[in-house]
């Protein structure tokens, strides 16, 4: 049975040793305690949406959604919550999000501003409005406890606590793992899932890593009433680019609204995780004008780390007996117990889709 380490316990590090703990003998190592903010998995939700322009990442999202169920059923936890989701924007954002998930025979539906604000009262609309059912929230803590629940009941050795300060090959095809306490780990392959810690860590180790942007991001959330029965939104605003501008969903803190990637860069050790007013303040104004569904007077804002890649691809692949996973902020989530298996595809020497390779970009 082959001995692998996982670097990092955030959802794609434990998802990943969720999968391998079938077929390895599975170390996880995480630097911070269990539950931690520090990163970028932690907090109540995360948007799941199979709505994208383009259809490679429609198609990862339906597979994904299965593997969402079966994790619920090992576990016994409840994690995704289908209350679908609304994006809405000039007709040129939002018309090549509903033609791809109508090719992929997905359900959706087209409504008018004012039938779409008469539905759902705390939220107005722009010009074009998608609806799509298969849409909703992952409660984000739940899951990454989940994989770690399913993969400790697997035999993966699970450490919280444990910072790695170097991974190196070794003789045999083999990895060197050593902690700051000295500890060393010699495996057969090493995944490093790291997160915000990427471009320093994984830069040391694997060549031809691309640019990774480390940013705070501040998600604020608002109070509203029964925020779980409130659909998840994203506001496509202006007419060119493929990520939208604001997004929202229910949770049990609330609505949590922010907008995607435009905290300033940051090093994962040393950001300041003080709430920045003025960009609270742009929150504010748009929940004011966009969704009167909620209390702004009672805005609670929060610091975390977004790690992107410049095209905001992911990171997958394998230099020799490492495994690399990077890059996934911002719409990952969603893609987790998928990225797990890719993970455990790459150890056992299996193809994953070329997109993701480190020499893609």
Not at 226 to 233: G, K, T, V
Not at 252 to 263: A, C, Q, T
């Amino acid at each position: 049975m082959r001995n692998v380490v996982v670097v990092g316990g955030g959802v794609m590090g434990s998802a990943a040793a969720r999968t391998l703990s079938r077929h390895a003998q599975v170390t996880l190592l995480e630097r911070f305690g269990p539950g931690h903010d520090r990163g970028s998995s932690h907090g109540s939700s995360r948007i799941f949406r199979l709505a994208y322009p383009d259809p490679f990442y429609v198609e990862l999202a339906a597979r994904a959604l299965p593997l969402w169920r079966e994790l619920e059923q090992e576990s016994g936890q409840e994690l995704l919550d289908l209350v679908g989701a609304v994006d809405h924007g000039p007709r040129a954002r939002i018309e090549p999000i509903e033609a791809a998930l109508r090719a992929a025979g997905r359900p959706c539906e087209i409504l008018h501003p004012a039938a779409a604000a008469e539905r759902w009262p705390g939220l107005r609309f722009d010009e074009h409005v998608l609806f799509h059912p298969e849409a909703g929230r992952v409660h984000a803590d739940r899951a990454t406890a989940a994989f770690q629940q399913v993969a400790a009941k697997s035999g993966v050795d699970i450490r919280h606590g444990v910072r790695v300060a170097s991974v190196t090959p070794a003789r045999h095809d083999r990895v060197e793992v050593v902690t700051d306490a000295g500890e060393v780990f010699v495996a057969d392959a090493v995944v490093l899932a790291v997160g915000g810690w990427a471009p320093d860590l994984v830069a040391r180790t694997v060549p031809g890593l691309p640019t990774l942007r480390v940013t705070q991001e501040q998600p604020v959330h608002f109070p509203a009433a029964d925020p779980l029965s409130w659909p998840s939104f994203l506001h496509y605003q202006g007419a060119t680019g493929s990520e939208p501008g604001a997004y929202g969903l229910g949770s049990v803190d609330g609505v949590k609204m922010g907008f995607h990637g435009v905290g300033p860069q940051v090093d994962a050790d040393h950001r300041d995780r003080t709430v920045d007013q003025a960009a609270l303040a742009q929150v504010v104004a748009y929940a004011e004008e966009w969704v009167p569904g909620v209390d702004t007077t009672g805005a609670v804002a929060s610091t975390c780390l977004y790690t992107l890649t410049p095209d905001h691809d992911f990171v997958l692949d394998r230099h020799g007996a490492i495994i690399v996973l990077a890059g996934f902020s911002g719409h990952g989530f969603k893609f987790a117990p998928l990225i797990g298996g890719f993970a455990a595809d790459l150890v056992a020497g299996r193809r994953v889709p070329q997109r993701f390779a480190l020499g893609a970009r």
